[in-house]
């Protein structure tokens, strides 16, 4: 009996002295600048009839299983004024999903999502006109310069997922006539935006420089002419600066010091001998 309560004490001596070290948070991709202006460059999904829109990406490090999130900028021209009658006095709703695809290397039309997020996002007003002085329908920003926009992140949570070093990612919403389930009715999703940084991104890459996808059901915002067909999600050219603003963040899974390691080797030994030598008595 004696050899047993020890063989526990040593397996609680082992347990409480052992550590691991913290979840880290590392940087897969990052297209979304360090310091924010007022407002970016954006892709109206209402004004380009717009289904679905985002990047082939090269991931920092390449690929493996991480818990995802990503991050994506948006840019709002919606004031609370013209919309008394819908959200709150901070803003609005808007249900959105971001899907990661298998990238297929050829620019052709993906296939179908390996990973999805749905989430409802809460989208602040943009500050009303002549807010600061400007004129017209624009306002002041705290960088001191007149916008029609500003800017608000979204972010997808995905959970763990087994990741590609090369993938794409798409963004969708509906507007009042364009989306994969259109409202129907007017409301300020009318007015939101993908922003568009101006500079290359600063962790990852994009995989083809100067080109986006995706899914617009005019024929003629392709730079192909609407050749390659419309109302599929595939790589456009001719978008140099441009590239979707975001950023995707993962954490990766403590894992137990050396030390801790071998500690719990020399635990497991000892229980393992105490009980070999009781067996023998």
């Not at 948070?25 to 109206?44: F, K, M, R």
């Not at 083809?208 to 059901?217: F, K, M, Q, S």
């Not at 950023?247 to 009980?275: C, D, H, K, Q, Y």
């Amino acid at each position: 009996m004696k050899r047993l309560v020890f063989a526990t004490v040593l397996v609680s001596c082992v347990l409480v002295g052992a550590r691991t070290t913290s979840a880290a948070t590392i940087t897969l991709y990052d297209s979304i600048p360090a310091t924010l202006p007022g407002n970016l460059p954006s892709l109206g999904y209402q004004a380009t009839q717009t289904q679905q829109f985002g990047q082939a990406i090269t991931l920092a490090g390449g690929g493996g299983l991480y818990d995802l999130t990503v991050t994506v900028l948006m840019s709002n021209w919606a004031y609370e004024s013209t919309y008394e009658a819908v959200g709150t006095s901070t803003g609005f709703n808007v249900p959105m999903t971001l899907s990661l695809f298998t990238d297929p290397g050829t620019g052709a039309a993906v296939s179908s999502a390996f990973a999805t997020s749905t989430v409802t996002a809460a989208i602040p007003w943009r500050p009303e006109p002549g807010t600061g002085g400007c004129t017209g329908t624009t306002y002041r920003a705290a960088d001191g310069q007149c916008y029609n926009g500003s800017l608000s992140t979204v972010t997808f949570n995905f959970g763990n997922v087994n990741l590609p070093a090369n993938l794409i990612y798409g963004l969708a919403f509906n507007t009042q006539t364009w989306g994969y389930n259109p409202t129907g009715v007017p409301g300020p999703y009318n007015s939101l935006n993908f922003a568009l940084n101006t500079v290359a991104p600063s962790v990852g890459a994009d995989t083809v420089p100067g080109t986006v996808y995706w899914d617009t059901l005019t024929a003629a915002w392709y730079a192909d002419g609407g050749a390659g067909g419309v109302g599929t999600f595939r790589r456009d050219t001719g978008w140099s600066p441009y590239t979707p603003a975001a950023t995707f963040t993962a954490t990766v899974a403590p894992v137990p010091e050396p030390a801790t390691l071998s500690l719990l080797g020399i635990g497991l030994f000892g229980i393992a001998v105490r009980l070999r030598r009781r067996r023998r008595a």
